[in-house]
Nanobody, 119 residues
Framework: VQLQASGGGLVQAGGSLRLSCAASGRTFSSYAMGWFREAPGKEREFVAAVSWGGGSSYYADSAKGRFTISRDNAKNTVYLQMNSLKPEDTAVYYC?????????????WGQGTLVTSPA
């Protein structure tokens, strides 16, 4: 599966952005999908994940209550709605395909999209 992330940008703290990740290939609906991020000088960290059918979602503590992950299997797309952005959300965001059982990354990543939220 090939993944293409988009939607990043510059938004003031408190603002909102919606990231999209478009997938190619017929197997998209068989994968759980996740969003991860890399802040400057830090390792990639988990942000959110959604089950293959979209019925279950999981969030890092830092994202709970502010971010919402969703997917549209008819469009082969997964989304991350980010509200109430904070300066610490500044990072490159990556979408990734996950094992549907263990939610472990499968090594399929989008190219990343930069989100900048200055104070």
């Amino acid at each position: 599966v090939q993944l293409q992330a988009s939607g990043g940008g510059l938004v003031q703290a408190g603002g909102s952005l919606r990231l999209s990740c478009a997938a190619s290939g017929r197997t998209f609906s068989s994968y759980a999908m996740g969003w991860f991020r890399e802040a400057p000088g830090k390792e990639r960290e988990f942000v959110a994940a959604v089950s293959w059918g979209g019925g279950s979602s999981y969030y890092a503590d830092s994202a709970k209550g502010r971010f919402t992950i969703s997917r549209d299997n008819a469009k082969n797309t997964v989304y991350l709605q980010m509200n109430s952005l904070k300066p610490e959300d500044t990072a490159v965001y990556y979408c990734g395909a996950l094992n549907s059982g263990s939610y472990s990354p499968l090594g399929y990543w989008g190219q990343g999209t930069l989100v900048t939220s200055p104070a």
